[in-house]
């Protein structure tokens, strides 16, 4: 039996929340609300989804308080969707698994769907959205703005995608990280989104992870089998780090003026289970800097840099002409050709060039992958062949 519950004040959210069995939706009409969503062990199906949401999307309910604006520990097949949670010290939400450490039961089949997550920390290590432990996930629409830690922390998350969000840091905010994906996380891709300011490293593929907080336990990779691709990337100090990680792909993005490196290739592991940073590959991307990059890629010991692949990408800086240096030969550059970034009113950057040479370059000429099923399974096959060269004209 479906099930959709009414709620206008924090009394009634709160007595809803108990109230909760596969098929029940809550509706939040718009207004303030001083109290989180804490969900333990509650389970929709497949069929019958969970889903706590706003009422009118044009109006979205505030959650302010202390803490932590939302906490789910082993749910599953739970959507949340427009809800802003401002304002909290801790984690804007949380979401993990039992916290068992012999045998951890995942979260799984959570989708989030126009969230705005801002003013969280604004220091320390004080995430936007933390998940640990979750399975068969969807972060799409969603902006973040004003963390501590990291807008997205992933540790040992699997299956998963992060779509069309945005990602802008404030100023007085920490701001470590856009997204982090860590801890054993395998399979997860980042797309269609905008990292603006988005901290120290905007996308840390990897990370230094307490042993003990691995997923599942004695894992030997902090992140494996990462894609990220057809995103923009402004300003922020690194935009790109692989630390301790393997196989990461990055293709067709814009990378547009960093702060001091491009990207980073770095081991933050001592511990001998864990094989050297290596293979990533760079591919088919936009990359226009200026003279604050001195070196384009820092790399640091321990590193395999010579496993890295860098294909078909294209650059351009104006004041100093040439081809980077970068860690091992590239092939099929296209190197001096001035995109002709523009600025949109929407805040979009978009390359005005006619060269034919960019059709098959940045985010304009990515294939999105898409879920084809609501709370399906996130099936990294189809999304491993995704996002193929493809001419698809500039704007």
């Known amino acids: 039996m479906q099930e959709n519950i009414i709620v206008t004040n924090s009394e009634q959210f709160k007595n809803a929340l108990h109230q909760l069995n596969p098929g029940t939706t809550i509706s939040i009409a718009p207004g303030h609300y001083a109290m989180g969503i804490f969900l333990k062990n509650v389970h929709g199906s497949r069929e019958k989804p969970i889903v706590i949401t706003g009422a009118d999307p044009d109006k979205p309910p505030i959650f302010e308080g202390q803490g932590e ?19 909290f010290a801790v984690n804007g939400i949380n979401i993990a698994d039992d916290g068992s450490k ?37 972060v799409r629409n969603c902006r973040f703005e004003g963390w501590g830690g990291s807008a997205i922390d992933l540790v040992g998350c699997h299956h998963g995608v992060i779509e069309n969000c945005r990602f802008i840091g404030r100023q007085g905010y920490r701001t470590a990280n856009g997204v982090q ?6 399979h997860v891709l980042v797309q269609t989104s905008t990292f603006r300011n988005a901290g120290r490293r905007s996308i840390n ?50 990378f547009y003026l960093p702060g001091k490196w491009l990207g980073r290739i770095v081991q933050e592991s001592e511990d001998p289970r864990f094989l050297p940073c290596q293979h990533g590959r760079f591919e088919n991307n936009l990359v226009v800097t200026d003279e604050r990059v001195v070196e384009y890629f820092g790399v ?65 000429a990515y294939i999105p992958w898409w879920l084809e099923k609501e709370f399906g399974d996130v099936d990294w096959s189809s999304i491993d062949r995704v996002g193929a060269q493809h001419a698809a004209p500039l704007l």
């Not at 220091?123 to 640990?132: I, P, Q, R, V, Y």
């Open 102 to 138: 012999e045998r951890r039961e995942a979260s799984h089949h959570i989708i989030l769907e126009k969230i705005v997550v801002e003013d969280i920390g604004p220091t320390g290590n004080h995430d936007a959205l933390k998940m640990s432990g979750v399975d068969h996930f969807v």
């Open 181 to 186: 994906i860590k801890g054993g996380s395998r």
């Open 205 to 254: 593929l990897g990370g230094a992870t307490g042993l003990q907080y691995f997923r599942p336990l004695g894992t030997d990779y902090e992140a494996i089998d990462i894609t990220i691709a057809g995103n923009t990337f402004i300003g922020g100090d690194a935009q790109i780090a692989w630390v301790t990680a393997q196989d990461g792909r990055v293709a067709h993005n814009l």
């Open 300 to 364: 640091g010991a321990g590193t395999r840099p010579e496993s890295f692949v860098f294909r078909g990408n294209a650059w351009f800086r104006a004041e100093s002409p040439g081809r980077p240096q970068l860690p091992t030969p590239e092939s099929d550059g296209i190197y001096d050709l001035d995109p002709i970034i523009s600025l949109l009113p929407s805040g979009e950057l978009v390359a005005k060039s006619t060269d034919p040479r960019l059709k098959t370059i940045g985010p304009w």
């Open 69 to 87: 604006g939302a906490k789910l520990s082993s749910c599953s097949y739970i959507k949340l969707a427009n809800l802003v949670f401002r304002g």
